[in-house]
C-alpha cells in the first residue's frame, strides 16, 4: 500500500512539474471557469461548499487551481474532486489554497463542461462587507502532457449572516418598462428614490445637482486635495445636494462653467454625464481619443476622451443610427442605468 502510495505521489508530481518546462499551448477554444456557492448567507459555524466548474475544457488529465479568501471569515475545511484518480489537497497559507488533481494510468481526459473540485468552508466570522472567495490560477494538462495556463481570474461573494441584503424596492409605473430592473437594483442600493406617490417617473429629466447626488450616494468618492470653492450661483444650490455638490467638486468630477456657475437645476446632458462618470472613476483618458459615432464633430471637442472612453468601456451607448446625440437630456432611467454600470465597472477593476 505504501509503494502504491508512493507511486501515485510520484506520478503527480512528474505531471505537475511538466507545467512548469513543457511549453504552454493554446486550446482550440478557450477554457472558462465558474464558482458557483451552495449558500450564499451562512451563519456562524454552518458550512458552505464552493464548486469549480470548467467549461470548453479538452483532454483535461491533471490540473492545479489556486484560490483564495479571507481566513478571518471563513476556515479551510476540505477539498475534493468527483473526477476518478489521486488528489492533493495543500494546507492554505494566508488565504491562499491550492488543490490539485491527476488521473492515474492510460485513460483518456475530461472534456467540455467538468467539474473539477467542491471545496468546503466554514463561516467563523462575520462583517459589514461580503467576503469574496476568488479563483485566481488553474494550470491543466491534457493527457499527452501538454499544457496550458488559462485565464482564471473569477470570484464570488459570501454574505455574513448579519447583513440584510438591499430591499427589493417596486414602483407603480416600472411594469414593462425597459428598466425596471435596474430602477428597482438602484432604489434598493439607496441612490435613487421615487417618489410619495410610489412613482418613480422614469422619462422624467435629470438636473445637474440630482446627477451629481446620485453619483455622489453610488461611489466613494475621493478628494484630490485643495479648497472647494463657492460658485457663483451658489444660492441656487438646493439644500439637499450641496454637500454632494461640494464633495463632487473636491473630487474633480465637476468644475462649473467658464462665468463660475454650476446650473443646479440645468438638465444634463449626455455629454456632461460622460466627463463626470469618467472622472468619478478616476480615468484620465487618452487626449488623443476620439469617439466613433456618426455624430462626432457635433460633440464638443474638451468631452471627445470622455465619451470615447466612456464607450469603450461599455458604459455608454448610442441613441440608434450610431449616434451619440451629445446635447440630448437625460432620463432618470438612463442616468440609473449608467451608474449602475459605473459602479460594476469600478468593481471588476
Do not use: C
Not at 106 to 118: D, M, Q
Not at 282 to 287: A, E, F, K, S, T
Not at 292 to 300: G, L, M, R
Not at 331 to 337: D, I, N, Q, S
Request: aromatic share 8%; hydrophobic share 45%; proline share 6%.
Amino acid at each position: 500500500m505504501m509503494r502504491l502510495r508512493r507511486k501515485v505521489l510520484g506520478l503527480y508530481l512528474a505531471l505537475m512539474l511538466s507545467l512548469a518546462i513543457i511549453p504552454f499551448t493554446v486550446f482550440a477554444q478557450d477554457a472558462s471557469f465558474t464558482l458557483t456557492v451552495d449558500n450564499e448567507r451562512p451563519a456562524v459555524g454552518q458550512t458552505i461548499q464552493v464548486t469549480v466548474t470548467g467549461d470548453h475544457l479538452t483532454d483535461v488529465y491533471g490540473y492545479e487551481i489556486k484560490l483564495t479568501f479571507d481566513p478571518s471569515r471563513l476556515r479551510y475545511v476540505k477539498a475534493e474532486s468527483s473526477l476518478q484518480g489521486f488528489s492533493v489537497p495543500m494546507a492554505p497559507e494566508g488565504g491562499e489554497l491550492v488543490f490539485a488533481h491527476t488521473k492515474i494510468g492510460k485513460v483518456a481526459g475530461e472534456n467540455g463542461r467538468v467539474v473539477l473540485a467542491t471545496l468546503t468552508f466554514e463561516a467563523i466570522g462575520t462583517s459589514n462587507d461580503p467576503t469574496a472567495i476568488e479563483l485566481k490560477q488553474a494550470k491543466l494538462v491534457k493527457s499527452d502532457l501538454t499544457a496550458t495556463n488559462p485565464v482564471a481570474n473569477v470570484k464570488l461573494s459570501v454574505l455574513p449572516a448579519d447583513i440584510t441584503p438591499p430591499p427589493t424596492v417596486s414602483f407603480t409605473d416600472l411594469d414593462n418598462h425597459w428598466a425596471k430592473q435596474e430602477i428597482e437594483r438602484a432604489a434598493g442600493l439607496g441612490f435613487v428614490n421615487g417618489y410619495p406617490d410610489g412613482t418613480f417617473r422614469p422619462q422624467n429629466n435629470v438636473t445637474r445637482a440630482e446627477f451629481i447626488v446620485m453619483i455622489a450616494r453610488a461611489m466613494e468618492l475621493t478628494s484630490k486635495g485643495g479648497e472647494a470653492f463657492d460658485f457663483a450661483d451658489l444660492d441656487a444650490i438646493p439644500d439637499w445636494a450641496r454637500p454632494s455638490v461640494t464633495e463632487a467638486q473636491l473630487a474633480g468630477v465637476i468644475t462649473g462653467y467658464e462665468d463660475g456657475t454650476f446650473r443646479p437645476n440645468q438638465l444634463i446632458n449626455r455629454t456632461e454625464m460622460a466627463a463626470m462618470v469618467m472622472r468619478a472613476l478616476n480615468m484620465v483618458p487618452d487626449q488623443g481619443l476620439k469617439p466613433t459615432f456618426a455624430d462626432t464633430d457635433s460633440i464638443a471637442a474638451w468631452a471627445h476622451p470622455f465619451v470615447a472612453a466612456a464607450a469603450d468601456a461599455g458604459l455608454i451607448n448610442g441613441r440608434g443610427n450610431n449616434l451619440f446625440v451629445p446635447a440630448a437630456n437625460a432620463t432618470r432611467a438612463e442616468a440609473v442605468v449608467l451608474i449602475l454600470r459605473m459602479m460594476d465597472f469600478e468593481s471588476n477593476q
